[in-house]
């Protein structure tokens, strides 16, 4: 950065270039930031900008004016005012009527649609470039292409120069993708407008040597409620305002967390924008914190399967950011925060895993466009030595200042990336040769998915969200071996899990352990085979690896979730093979999505399905509601097969039908004349209802998008609903309260404060974009007691509800799940990690077609406890009962401290139960048994966390031991009906798809949830 040479120079130098042009030291700008003399300003625009500007420094020379233009249209034509005015927030449709207005005045702009909303509604990107440049974009696209794939130029070195040489690099901005962050819709309407009409020396570098393209509105559903919110605001003065409840349809600031799973459509489009043109930067605009947080350097930990070079182009980037706009006088321009960047599921990311650049600013928001006073905290106010022109303690903060701030990072980013722009196409196309050459150096050669997995259909779902990142999926023609690495024997000391309270220790053996051997494994013709020889092999590597965080790692404020293997909480096996023969293996290159084989063979008019936890049974389940469908109770055989405990038995249904629908959903049906002689029971298409609070709505959001994915029907209801409805059983056979209900027990009864002014979301003429998800006239009241007295009545009418995590906690404090306990961990820390699980009933519906050590996801579960006890008591294990130490006394442990002048007594044996299970009965207790709970009523534990040495699977673990041997699924029982507990997260931004049979078998199955249960004999 040393380095100024003019950014001509770079550019006209069009001959052949070697290595040596792209491995100088990247260039800072020359050009002189300002406005051309030579072209006139709007003079009005520039005197509004300059009114809504609260203090000069809050403004810059490249946004203090406007330049002026005879034919294209200023973002005035649109909102009225400028852009950052206040009390002006534009609709999308306003945002894109605008950007079509630029691209129909100036030949330099043009208006792509990059598809749909859940909602229906557009989503956009604008191309803003020299007309030139605009003109050749295909061209251009498709020389990037070339760079992208270096295998399309035979890994060529001198054919990329020459391709750089060629090529203009894209640079990708995203805006608004959180809905309460207002202000880049308008930053970049003006955005566009001046790199299409400014003539300064310094816009018109940006123009002539990049391809800025913009998505002016990520989440537009959001957005749009999110400007009904605000009118609402205006048009009630004095009142208070209803917070966005819902962003986007199905979650809220997690639409930021969909970088792995790519469940959600604005993902999705974002991901085929940057990927499908083959763009090198996605810089994606937030805004928390005051006044610029450009958190491209961030903090460590860096995410482990990045390309070093991607981390050095980080800090060019974002330090360059800051120099620039501290040289303006810009205060609160940092780029060093505590932001890490290990989590791959931010949107910015896919440009890290696809060989681009991940960029994403927090500017100053203020909510809307209201211009208020904004106090700030020390920490944010405060000089560090990587802030040393901090924000003011407090000031006059406008949405204007707001824009000012993303325009001018924008366009000092544009002009920095614009004349390096050769540097960065360079390193484009060597990250991606780098990828290619990965299988080769540091490896793995391959992820390999067995031709064999028990649930194909897991697999193949694993397999088409890898193909929707872009990578390439071979199959095996033949058999083929490959040496893997020899698992080493696991520490009993703690380790990952943190101190070890069980399990084997074996570190007292002094012996020198023999290194272990790799050994050979050979897999069946028809396995998947990911190649990591091919450009975005990345992705493949961060999602599929192990990831561990260090308990004492320095950073403390982690920033997201540290561990999601997505074959582990797939329940999938994935094979990570370092051997590079599996690349010699016979194979071909699956064409179009990968699917599981599904279909009806064999004649006869039962159908048996055997039962593996593949999400697509639920779906046939309910894609033929009046079929009869039962579930084996054993397993058994038939058909010359075996078939798991859980298997379904199918009567009723044409077998075209059914082969339909199986071969749609990638399932395997036997057709055999008489059913197998086993005991079953109906598994019932029961009525399902999901309900929320009114306090936040997000990680519920994340069952209601699988729930619709997988067809599996429900009627969303609020806790205001169950409050009014005093025959909830009469239409609903199973309630699900996800978790995240946005507060503790009592917040769930009590709603939201009622100070003030109701609070309605619902459509009306003011707020049209209420609709699609739920309403009311005021989102204040909770359940209320009637409310959790319908739920009550609804369980002991035999009906079945489902809660995870916090409303776990909400359904035991009110005595939904008797002889269940929650507590929360003391110094437990798990931070959104896969831990281990074990089978405590195998025979409990809930887990049928389960096999042992399914991987489950955690962030701060609570701790269960069990007890034969109405009121607690002798919960299990460790911290539980109580009184059963020992006094101080005369001798040994297990030499009774005999009373002087006495025969010694027996003493009797303290029953004492695991961790997950409740202590057994005394004598003592079952004297007058009132509270005593009958066998048949006390709660089944079903899964529990695995023993300390063996609970991480990935991510953050520290104080396992806290966690460890738990009880992680419950099913208790209250009068006729049961209440299914979950101590993890069973749906979890489409990471957890392994976990999902867990709930569906509870819902299949809610009529004959005590299947298999042995009780105790008092
Ligand atoms: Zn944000």
Same mark, same amino acid.
């Given at each position: 950065?040393?380095?100024?040479?003019?950014?001509?120079?770079?550019?006209?130098?069009?001959?052949?270039?070697?290595?040596?042009?792209?491995?100088?030291?990247?260039?800072?700008?020359?050009?002189?930031?300002?406005?051309?003399?030579?072209?006139?300003?709007?003079?009005?625009?520039?005197?509004?900008?300059?009114?809504?500007?609260?203090?000069?420094?809050?403004?810059?020379?490249?946004?203090?004016?406007?330049?002026?233009?005879?034919?294209?249209?200023?973002?005035?034509?649109?909102?009225?005012?400028?852009?950052?005015? /206040?009390?002006?927030? /534009?609709?999308?449709?306003?945002?894109?009527?605008?950007?079509?207005?630029?691209?129909?005045?100036?030949?330099?702009?043009?208006?792509?649609?990059?598809?749909?909303?859940?909602?229906?509604?557009?989503?956009?990107?604008?191309?803003?470039?020299?007309?030139?440049?605009?003109?050749?974009?295909?061209?251009?696209?498709?020389?990037?292409?070339?760079?992208?794939?270096?295998?399309?130029?035979?890994?060529?070195?001198?054919?990329?120069?020459?391709?750089?040489?060629?090529?203009?690099?894209?640079?990708?901005? *995203?805006?608004?993708?959180?809905?309460?962050?207002?202000?880049?819709?308008?930053?970049?309407?003006?955005?566009?407008?001046?790199?299409?009409?400014?003539?300064?020396?310094?816009?018109?570098?940006?123009?002539?040597?990049?391809?800025?393209?913009?998505?002016?509105?990520?989440?537009?559903?959001?957005?749009?409620?999110?400007?009904?919110?605000?009118?609402?605001?205006?048009? %009630?003065?004095?009142?208070?305002?209803?917070?966005?409840?819902?962003?986007?349809?199905?979650?809220?600031?997690?639409?930021?967390?969909?970088?792995?799973?790519?469940?959600?459509?604005?993902?999705?489009?974002?991901?085929?924008?940057?990927?499908?043109?083959?763009?090198?930067?996605?810089?994606?605009?937030?805004?928390?914190?005051?006044?610029?947080?450009?958190?491209?350097?961030?903090?460590?930990?860096?995410?482990?399967?990045?390309?070093?070079?991607?981390?050095?182009?980080?800090?060019?980037?974002?330090?360059?950011?800051?120099?620039?706009?501290?040289?303006?006088?810009?205060?609160?321009?940092?780029?060093?925060?505590?932001?890490?960047?290990?989590?791959?599921?931010?949107?910015?990311?896919?440009?890290?895993? %696809?060989?681009?650049?991940?960029?994403?600013?927090?500017?100053?928001?203020?909510?809307?466009?209201?211009?208020?006073?904004?106090?700030?905290?020390?920490?944010?106010?405060?000089?560090?030595?990587?802030?040393?022109? @901090?924000?003011?303690?407090?000031?006059?903060?406008?949405?204007?200042?707001?824009?000012?701030?993303?325009?001018?990072?924008?366009?000092?980013?544009?002009?920095?990336?614009?004349?390096?722009?050769?540097?960065?196409?360079?390193?484009?196309?060597?990250?991606?040769?780098?990828?290619?050459?990965?299988?080769?150096?540091?490896?793995?050669?391959?992820?390999?998915?067995?031709?064999?997995?028990?649930?194909?259909?897991?697999?193949?779902?694993?397999?088409?969200?890898?193909?929707?990142?872009?990578?390439?999926?071979?199959?095996?023609?033949?058999?083929?071996?490959?040496?893997?690495?020899?698992?080493?024997?696991?520490?009993?000391?703690?380790?990952?899990?943190?101190?070890?309270?069980?399990?084997?220790?074996?570190?007292?053996?002094?012996?020198?352990?023999?290194?272990?051997?790799?050994?050979?494994?050979?897999? /069946?013709?028809?396995?998947?085979?990911?190649?990591?020889?091919?450009?975005?092999?990345?992705?493949?590597?961060?999602?599929?690896?192990?990831?561990?965080?260090?308990?004492?790692?320095?950073?403390?404020?982690?920033?997201?979730?540290?561990?999601?293997?997505?074959?582990?909480?797939?329940?999938?096996?994935?094979?990570?093979?370092?051997?590079?023969?599996?690349?010699?293996?016979?194979? *071909?290159?699956?064409?179009?999505?990968?699917?599981?084989?599904?279909?009806?063979?064999?004649?006869?008019?039962?159908?048996?399905?055997?039962?593996?936890?593949?999400?697509?049974?639920?779906?046939?389940?309910?894609?033929?509601?009046?079929?009869?469908?039962?579930?084996?109770?054993? /397993?058994?055989?038939?058909?010359?097969?075996?078939?798991?405990?859980?298997?379904?038995?199918?009567?009723?249904?044409?077998?075209?039908?059914?082969?339909?629908?199986?071969?749609?959903?990638?399932?395997?049906?036997?057709?055999?004349?008489?059913?197998?002689?086993?005991?079953? %029971?109906?598994?019932?298409?029961?009525?399902?209802?999901?309900?929320?609070?009114?306090?936040?709505?997000?990680?519920?959001?994340?069952?209601?998008?699988?729930?619709?994915?997988?067809?599996?029907?429900?009627?969303?209801?609020?806790?205001?609903?169950?409050?009014?409805?005093?025959?909830?059983?009469?239409?609903?056979?199973?309630?699900?309260?996800?978790?995240?209900?946005?507060?503790?027990?009592?917040?769930?009864?009590?709603?939201?404060?009622?100070?003030?002014?109701?609070?309605?979301?619902?459509?009306?003429?003011?707020?049209?974009?209420?609709?699609?998800?739920?309403?009311?006239?005021?989102?204040?009241?909770?359940?209320?007691?009637?409310?959790?007295?319908?739920?009550?009545?609804?369980?002991?009418?035999?009906?079945?509800?489902?809660?995870?995590?916090?409303?776990?906690?909400?359904?035991?404090?009110?005595?939904?799940?008797?002889?269940?306990?929650?507590?929360?961990?003391?110094?437990?820390?798990?931070?959104?990690?896969?831990?281990?699980?074990?089978?405590?009933?195998?025979?409990?519906?809930?887990?049928?077609?389960?096999?042992?050590?399914?991987?489950?996801?955690?962030?701060?579960? @609570?701790?269960?406890?069990?007890?034969?006890?109405?009121?607690?008591?002798?919960?299990?294990?460790?911290?539980?009962?109580?009184?059963?130490?020992?006094?101080?006394?005369?001798?040994?442990?297990?030499?009774?401290?005999?009373?002087?002048?006495?025969?010694?007594?027996?003493?009797?044996?303290?029953?004492?139960?695991?961790?997950?299970?409740?202590?057994?009965?005394?004598?003592?207790?079952?004297?007058?048994?009132?509270?005593?709970?009958?066998?048949?009523?006390?709660?089944?534990?079903?899964?529990?966390?695995?023993?300390?040495?063996?609970?991480?699977?990935?991510?953050?673990?520290?104080?396992?031991?806290?966690?460890?041997?738990?009880?992680?699924?419950?099913?208790?029982?209250?009068?006729?009906?049961?209440?299914?507990?979950?101590?993890?997260? @069973?749906?979890?931004?489409?990471?957890?798809?392994?976990?999902?049979?867990?709930?569906?078998?509870?819902?299949?199955?809610?009529?004959?949830?005590?299947?298999?249960?042995?009780?105790?004999?008092?």
């Amino acid at each position: 950065m040393r380095f100024v040479r003019p950014i001509l120079a770079a550019l006209l130098a069009l001959p052949v270039f070697t290595q040596a042009v792209f491995a100088q030291p990247s260039v800072t700008v020359s050009l002189k930031p300002g406005r051309d003399p030579g072209q006139a300003i709007d003079e009005e625009y520039t005197r509004k900008i300059r009114e809504y500007t609260t203090e000069t420094f809050f403004n810059s020379p490249l946004t203090d004016y406007l330049p002026a233009s005879k034919n294209v249209p200023t973002p005035k034509a649109v909102l009225g005012d400028v852009a950052g005015a /206040p009390g002006i927030l /534009p609709y999308s449709a306003e945002v894109y009527k605008y950007m079509r207005m630029l691209e129909a005045a100036t030949p330099r702009v043009k208006v792509f649609s990059v598809g749909k909303t859940e909602e229906g509604r557009e989503m956009i990107a604008v191309a803003v470039a020299s007309e030139r440049l605009i003109a050749q974009l295909d061209a251009n696209r498709g020389r990037l292409a070339q760079l992208a794939d270096p295998r399309t130029i035979h890994m060529d070195d001198a054919a990329a120069d020459r391709l750089v040489a060629a090529s203009t690099p894209i640079y990708y901005i *995203t805006g608004t993708i959180h809905s309460t962050e207002t202000g880049a819709p308008t930053a970049l309407m003006e955005l566009a407008y001046r790199l299409a009409v400014d003539d300064s020396a310094y816009i018109k570098a940006i123009r002539d040597n990049v391809v800025t393209l913009i998505t002016p509105v990520v989440e537009v559903d959001g957005r749009d409620r999110m400007v009904d919110i605000y009118r609402w605001h205006l048009a %009630h003065p004095g009142q208070n305002w209803p917070n966005l409840v819902y962003w986007g349809h199905y979650v809220a600031h997690d639409n930021n967390r969909d970088a792995m799973g790519l469940t959600l459509q604005l993902t999705r489009n974002v991901l085929h924008t940057f990927v499908g043109w083959k763009a090198q930067v996605l810089h994606d605009l937030h805004e928390s914190v005051p006044y610029l947080y450009d958190n491209t350097v961030g903090d460590g930990p860096y995410n482990a399967w990045i390309d070093p070079m991607l981390a050095d182009e980080w800090e060019m980037m974002g330090w360059n950011n800051v120099s620039e706009m501290q040289k303006f006088g810009m205060p609160g321009v940092f780029t060093h925060g505590t932001f890490d960047t290990w989590s791959p599921s931010y949107l910015m990311f896919i440009a890290a895993t %696809h060989n681009g650049i991940s960029r994403l600013y927090e500017t100053f928001g203020n909510g809307g466009a209201d211009t208020e006073e904004r106090t700030l905290r020390p920490n944010e106010y405060s000089r560090t030595w990587f802030k040393q022109n @901090p924000p003011l303690p407090k000031a006059k903060w406008s949405q204007r200042d707001n824009n000012n701030y993303e325009e001018t990072g924008l366009l000092t980013a544009l002009a920095f990336f614009s004349a390096n722009n050769k540097l960065f196409l360079h390193n484009f196309y060597l990250k991606a040769k780098r990828s290619i050459l990965k299988a080769k150096t540091e490896g793995p050669a391959a992820y390999v998915f067995t031709a064999d997995d028990p649930r194909p259909g897991g697999q193949a779902d694993l397999l088409r969200m890898l193909q929707d990142q872009g990578c390439e999926i071979s199959r095996a023609s033949a058999p083929f071996t490959v040496l893997m690495p020899a698992k080493k024997p696991r520490s009993g000391r703690g380790g990952r899990g943190g101190a070890a309270t069980d399990g084997a220790t074996d570190g007292d053996d002094k012996k020198p352990e023999e290194k272990p051997k790799p050994e050979p494994r050979t897999f /069946p013709a028809g396995t998947y085979v990911l190649r990591m020889d091919q450009p975005y092999s990345r992705i493949a590597d961060t999602l599929l690896d192990y990831q561990y965080w260090a308990p004492n790692d320095p950073q403390k404020s982690i920033y997201d979730d540290t561990g999601w293997t997505y074959g582990e909480l797939g329940n999938v096996q994935v094979a990570r093979v370092t051997d590079a023969k599996v690349l010699d293996a016979a194979m *071909t290159r699956v064409d179009g999505a990968v699917m599981s084989p599904g279909g009806v063979e064999g004649s006869g008019s039962t159908f048996l399905i055997n039962h593996n936890a593949d999400s697509a049974l639920i779906t046939l389940r309910y894609r033929f509601p009046g079929a009869s469908f039962d579930a084996a109770e054993e /397993p058994f055989e038939a058909a010359g097969r075996k078939f798991n405990r859980g298997s379904f038995l199918v009567r009723n249904l044409a077998a075209a039908d059914l082969a339909k629908a199986a071969t749609e959903l990638g399932v395997r049906a036997w057709a055999v004349d008489s059913a197998p002689s086993v005991k079953t %029971h109906p598994l019932r298409a029961a009525r399902v209802a999901i309900m929320h609070t009114w306090m936040n709505t997000q990680a519920e959001g994340w069952w209601r998008l699988e729930f619709d994915r997988l067809g599996v029907p429900y009627t969303y209801i609020s806790t205001q609903t169950v409050a009014k409805d005093a025959d909830l059983r009469s239409k609903y056979d199973v309630i699900i309260f996800g978790p995240g209900a946005g507060g503790n027990a009592q917040a769930i009864v009590n709603g939201r404060p009622m100070y003030g002014n109701p609070l309605p979301w619902k459509v009306t003429p003011e707020t049209p974009n209420l609709a699609h998800t739920d309403e009311t006239d005021d989102i204040r009241p909770g359940l209320g007691w009637t409310g959790l007295d319908h739920l009550q009545n609804f369980i002991n009418q035999g009906g079945l509800f489902i809660a995870a995590n916090d409303t776990a906690t909400f359904a035991v404090t009110f005595g939904l799940a008797p002889g269940v306990s929650t507590s929360a961990a003391r110094n437990l820390k798990v931070t959104g990690s896969a831990v281990r699980s074990k089978i405590v009933d195998g025979a409990s519906p809930i887990l049928y077609g389960y096999s042992d050590n399914l991987a489950i996801f955690a962030a701060n579960p @609570p701790l269960f406890g069990l007890s034969n006890m109405v009121g607690g008591g002798g919960g299990g294990g460790r911290g539980g009962g109580g009184g059963n130490e020992r006094a101080t006394g005369r001798g040994t442990e297990d030499d009774p401290d005999t009373p002087q002048g006495r025969v010694p007594s027996e003493i009797p044996e303290e029953p004492h139960g695991q961790p997950w299970e409740a202590t057994p009965l005394t004598d003592e207790q079952l004297r007058n048994p009132v509270n005593v709970i009958p066998p048949a009523a006390r709660p089944r534990v079903v899964l529990r966390y695995s023993n300390a040495n063996e609970l991480l699977v990935s991510g953050l673990l520290d104080n396992g031991g806290e966690l460890a041997q738990h009880a992680a699924v419950i099913d208790a029982t209250l009068g006729q009906g049961h209440v299914v507990l979950f101590s993890n997260n @069973p749906f979890w931004r489409a990471e957890t798809k392994g976990s999902y049979f867990l709930v569906f078998n509870a819902i299949l199955n809610f009529d004959n949830l005590s299947a298999g249960r042995k009780l105790a004999s008092r």
